[in-house]
């Protein structure tokens, strides 16, 4: 038994390795619904400074029926949360007995929006990822609590609000007020961390493509957050992923909400200008 | 209760009459397995969807039974002959008792 | 030792080739199957089974089961803790004796699929899924 299970061991990580051509049609394109075109590969944006010349979305790393589960919005069981959060749209809630559509309208007009965050927030002095400008108008305008960074909650609406913008180019600003927080956020992509040692860029630009065990490395762009996890079962967040990495390098990790993850949510986010909005996406 | 739980269908309006068509089915539930521990390592008790069936103006067209191993928020495709103008009646049934409905017209062209 | 046919059919053999066999529990499966058959030996015949031959991720994986003529399909992952997974009984308004849908994997092992025919008898199918355990991601 033991000597058979060695071998299953052996067999199954040779067969991953060998296997990497398996996995993703990495030129398959991906059209949602036969009608969002998604671009999932484009021309690097001007500040990678040729670390990178073309980006691609998670999308193209995962297997077939991964892809397969994205193209169509029944199959795809993110838009379960995204339903719950249209319902939720409408209804008032907190003090002042307001739903987000008394002020917003329709979900789908607020296309545009997530394609731009994180963004510098004038009144706050800072910058807000979508979550913390959801919380804005939920505690100041809605006099109702906030949600907790990537709660249930948060992610079924940041979901919604990504889902009328896919197909929109990413296109979150790097300069002007937000400069020196992308700065920051750059510095965090390129600092090695934790007893392995390893920064965001050692996987995720110098490695992308191969594999990290039986994963198939990515880019780590998040055009494509919140993304359905099926280990999960669920919706994740950027936040919650930036967590799980940084302790994947067995370091002391920040926290979702922190300012130095919103640091990183902004540079990494610009790392994927050019690709298409995507959320919410099936992931492994 | 078990609370949250929102059964979706993907089925065609019309049809012609014989048509084979491709009908799929979506509940949001955590089919909990009764595998888990929580963090007391108490056993989280099973509490899944256990059974599925969808039927077309009264005659069966599948009867599914569910075991944990089916992933949360259970999907299933399959396929219906339509035979008459009317109805399908999905039905979902829970551990905890509840049971889900869903109707969608079919109307023969 | 001889290899019988009920050995065969607990270790996933019979159509298809099975490159890997399932680690655990050949007694459950064994005996999960012969409550669907009531003991009988399931042959080969027109039963396919499509399932990935790595699974990204143990928690969904995709599978398709289609027998014509079938009245009942069930499927088994032989190294699951129980390893019953759905059965698909199909009526008379069925368009065709098939479906598809996603189940959890505990490892590496064999999904099977038996269906019962109309006249009784049974045929079966098996096929060996590899389900990873991520790097850094999972």
Request: glycine letters at 10%.
């Given at each position: 038994?033991?000597?058979?299970?060695?071998?299953?061991?052996?067999?199954?990580?040779?067969?991953?390795?060998?296997?990497?051509?398996?996995?993703a049609?990495?030129?398959?394109?991906?059209?949602?619904?036969?009608?969002?075109?998604?671009?999932?590969?484009?021309?690097?944006?001007a500040?990678?400074?040729?670390a990178?010349?073309?980006?691609?979305?998670?999308?193209?790393?995962?297997?077939?029926?991964?892809q397969?589960?994205?193209?169509?919005?029944?199959?795809?069981?993110g838009?379960?949360?995204?339903e719950?959060?249209?319902?939720?749209?409408?209804?008032?809630?907190?003090?002042?007995?307001?739903?987000?559509?008394?002020?917003?309208?329709?979900?789908?007009?607020?296309a545009?929006?997530?394609p731009?965050?994180?963004?510098?927030?004038?009144?706050?002095?800072?910058?807000?990822?979508?979550?913390?400008?959801?919380?804005?108008?939920?505690?100041?305008?809605?006099?109702?609590?906030?949600?907790?960074?990537?709660a249930?909650?948060?992610?079924?609406?940041?979901?919604?609000?990504?889902?009328v913008?896919?197909?929109?180019?990413?296109?979150?600003?790097?300069?002007?007020?937000?400069?020196?927080?992308?700065?920051?956020?750059?510095?965090?992509?390129?600092?090695?961390?934790?007893?392995?040692?390893?920064?965001?860029?050692?996987?995720?630009?110098?490695?992308?493509g191969?594999?990290?065990?039986?994963?198939?490395?990515?880019?780590?762009?998040?055009?494509?957050?919140p993304?359905?996890?099926?280990?999960?079962?669920?919706?994740?967040?950027?936040?919650?992923?930036?967590?799980?990495?940084?302790r994947?390098?067995?370091?002391?990790?920040?926290?979702?909400?922190?300012?130095?993850?919103?640091?990183l949510?902004?540079y990494?986010?610009?790392?994927?200008?050019?690709l298409?909005?995507?959320?919410?996406?099936?992931?492994? | 209760?078990?609370s949250?739980?929102?059964p979706?269908?993907?089925?065609?309006?019309?049809a012609?009459?014989?048509?084979?068509?491709t009908?799929?089915?979506?509940?949001?539930?955590?089919?909990?397995s009764?595998?888990?521990?929580?963090?007391?390592?108490?056993?989280?008790?099973?509490?899944?969807i256990?059974r599925?069936t969808?039927?077309?103006n009264?005659?069966m067209?599948?009867?599914?039974?569910?075991?944990?191993?089916?992933?949360?928020n259970?999907?299933?495709?399959?396929?219906?002959?339509?035979?008459?103008?009317?109805?399908?009646?999905?039905?979902?049934?829970?551990?905890?008792?509840?049971?889900?409905?869903?109707i969608?017209?079919?109307e023969?062209? | 030792?001889?290899?019988?046919?009920?050995?065969?059919?607990?270790?996933?053999?019979?159509?298809?080739?099975?490159?890997?066999l399932?680690?655990?529990?050949?007694?459950?499966?064994?005996?999960?199957?012969?409550?669907?058959?009531?003991?009988?030996?399931?042959?080969?015949?027109?039963?396919?089974?499509?399932?990935?031959?790595?699974?990204?991720?143990?928690?969904?994986?995709?599978?398709?089961?289609?027998?014509?003529?079938?009245?009942?399909?069930?499927?088994?992952?032989?190294?699951?803790?129980?390893?019953?997974?759905?059965t698909?009984?199909?009526?008379?308004?069925?368009?065709?004796?098939?479906?598809?849908t996603r189940?959890?994997?505990?490892?590496?092992?064999d999904?099977?699929?038996?269906a019962?025919?109309?006249?009784?008898?049974?045929?079966?199918?098996a096929?060996?899924?590899?389900v990873?355990?991520?790097?850094?991601?999972?």
């Amino acid at each position: 038994m033991m000597k058979a299970k060695l071998f299953t061991g052996i067999a199954a990580a040779a067969l991953a390795f060998g296997a990497g051509a398996a996995f993703a049609d990495e030129d398959a394109e991906l059209v949602i619904n036969g009608e969002i075109e998604i671009v999932t590969k484009t021309a690097a944006p001007a500040h990678l400074d040729g670390a990178l010349d073309e980006i691609m979305s998670g999308w193209r790393f995962r297997d077939s029926t991964t892809q397969a589960m994205e193209m169509d919005d029944f199959d795809n069981p993110g838009m379960l949360a995204v339903e719950d959060a249209r319902e939720k749209w409408a209804m008032a809630e907190g003090s002042e007995g307001k739903s987000c559509m008394d002020c917003h309208g329709s979900p789908e007009d607020m296309a545009g929006v997530k394609p731009v965050y994180p963004k510098w927030n004038e009144g706050a002095q800072a910058v807000y990822t979508l979550q913390m400008q959801m919380n804005d108008c939920r505690e100041n305008r809605m006099g109702a609590e906030p949600w907790k960074v990537d709660a249930g909650d948060a992610l079924a609406m940041e979901g919604l609000l990504s889902s009328v913008s896919r197909g929109m180019p990413m296109n979150v600003a790097i300069d002007g007020p937000a400069q020196s927080t992308w700065e920051q956020g750059k510095e965090l992509y390129y600092t090695r961390t934790g007893q392995l040692d390893l920064s965001c860029a050692n996987c995720h630009e110098q490695n992308y493509g191969n594999m990290i065990r039986a994963d198939h490395l990515s880019m780590g762009m998040v055009n494509a957050f919140p993304a359905y996890r099926l280990k999960d079962t669920k919706l994740v967040g950027v936040q919650s992923r930036f967590k799980g990495c940084v302790r994947d390098t067995r370091a002391e990790t920040y926290n979702p909400g922190s300012p130095e993850f919103i640091a990183l949510e902004l540079y990494v986010a610009s790392r994927g200008n050019g690709l298409s909005v995507e959320g919410p996406s099936v992931r492994n | 209760m078990a609370s949250g739980v929102k059964p979706r269908v993907k089925s065609p309006k019309t049809a012609s009459a014989g048509e084979v068509v491709t009908l799929k089915t979506l509940i949001s539930h955590p089919m909990e397995s009764g595998q888990r521990k929580d963090s007391d390592g108490n056993v989280i008790p099973r509490s899944i969807i256990n059974r599925f069936t969808c039927e077309l103006n009264g005659n069966m067209v599948v009867d599914v039974t569910l075991e944990p191993a089916i992933s949360t928020n259970p999907y299933f495709e399959f396929e219906a002959k339509v035979d008459a103008t009317g109805e399908f009646k999905f039905t979902w049934y829970d551990d905890d008792g509840d049971v889900y409905e869903d109707i969608q017209a079919i109307e023969v062209a | 030792m001889k290899l019988t046919r009920r050995d065969a059919l607990a270790w996933g053999l019979g159509a298809t080739a099975v490159a890997m066999l399932p680690m655990r529990a050949f007694a459950a499966i064994e005996d999960s199957i012969a409550e669907f058959t009531g003991g009988a030996e399931a042959g080969s015949g027109d039963i396919s089974l499509d399932a990935p031959e790595i699974a990204e991720n143990g928690n969904t994986v995709p599978v398709s089961v289609a027998a014509p003529g079938a009245v009942a399909i069930r499927l088994f992952a032989a190294g699951n803790p129980t390893p019953g997974v759905a059965t698909f009984n199909f009526g008379p308004a069925a368009g065709s004796q098939s479906a598809s849908t996603r189940i959890r994997l505990a490892g590496t092992q064999d999904v099977i699929a038996i269906a019962q025919m109309e006249d009784g008898s049974f045929i079966q199918t098996a096929k060996t899924v590899k389900v990873t355990i991520g790097g850094c991601g999972g």
